[in-house]
């Protein structure tokens, strides 16, 4: 589904960060993003790869993870099952609604609020940190398709294009790369 760039296709329902490597982010009102960098006092912010993990096995791969996106409706979903998720707690660092996330191919740009736009890279892949969060909580955001594909739930990660001010409310635009899609895989 490609929109014009003048019709709202989501919304961003709550903007987060952390300059900590913690598990959760603390929300907050707005962010900045960083050409090329990420989120303004976000722990992953930079041109090398961050994350932890990844850092250890070669501190100078480009960071394809410098923003972080969840879809509300997962908490939706969770919270039908039990768990009580609010925006931030897992980590990412914009929530929104109204998007399929999971269902956008890679290389995809997502145009949120005046000016920023992030190309989306790929699936976050949960790790075992998420049960420290909640127990059982990993196998809640792990499903699998009819042909036993594991589908990872936990939202997907981009890069920033254009920087800009994230603010909650944002309309957000898709714009999808050329055909032929490429799905997304984790990253």
Same mark, same amino acid.
């Given at each position: 589904?490609?929109?014009?760039?003048? *019709?709202?296709?989501?919304?961003?329902? *709550?903007?987060?960060?952390?300059?900590?490597?913690?598990?959760?982010?603390?929300?907050?009102?707005?962010?900045?993003?960083?050409?090329?960098?990420?989120?303004?006092?976000?722990?992953?912010?930079?041109?090398?790869?961050?994350?932890?993990?990844?850092?250890?096995?070669?501190?100078?791969?480009?960071?394809?993870?410098?923003?972080? =996106?969840?879809?509300?409706?997962?908490?939706?979903?969770?919270?039908?099952?039990?768990?009580?998720?609010?925006?931030?707690?897992?980590?990412?660092?914009?929530?929104?609604?109204?998007?399929?996330?999971?269902?956008?191919?890679?290389?995809?740009?997502? =145009?949120?609020?005046?000016?920023?736009?992030?190309?989306?890279?790929?699936?976050?892949?949960?790790?075992?940190?998420?049960?420290?969060?909640?127990?059982?909580?990993?196998?809640?955001?792990?499903?699998?398709?009819?042909?036993?594909?594991?589908?990872?739930?936990?939202?997907?990660?981009?890069?920033?294009?254009?920087?800009?001010?994230?603010?909650?409310?944002?309309?957000?635009?898709?714009?999808?790369?050329?055909?032929?899609?490429?799905?997304?895989?984790?990253?």
């Amino acid at each position: 589904m490609v929109s014009n760039l003048g *019709s709202k296709v989501g919304e961003v329902v *709550s903007v987060s960060r952390s300059e900590k490597h913690s598990f959760s982010k603390q929300t907050v009102n707005v962010i900045r993003l960083f050409t090329g960098l990420g989120v303004e006092g976000d722990a992953h912010m930079g041109l090398t790869v961050k994350h932890r993990s990844r850092v250890a096995q070669n501190p100078n791969q480009p960071n394809l993870r410098q923003i972080h =996106f969840i879809h509300s409706e997962l908490f939706d979903e969770l919270r039908s099952a039990g768990f009580h998720v609010e925006p931030g707690q897992l980590g990412e660092n914009i929530t929104t609604r109204g998007i399929n996330l999971l269902g956008l191919p890679t290389g995809t740009k997502l =145009f949120i609020g005046e000016t920023a736009v992030i190309e989306i890279t790929g699936l976050r892949n949960p790790c075992s940190q998420i049960d420290n969060f909640h127990s059982g909580l990993l196998s809640a955001v792990l499903d699998h398709d009819e042909n036993g594909n594991l589908i990872r739930k936990a939202g997907v990660m981009g890069v920033v294009l254009t920087g800009g001010e994230i603010w909650v409310k944002d309309s957000i635009q898709i714009v999808l790369p050329p055909e032929p899609f490429r799905p997304l895989e984790r990253i």
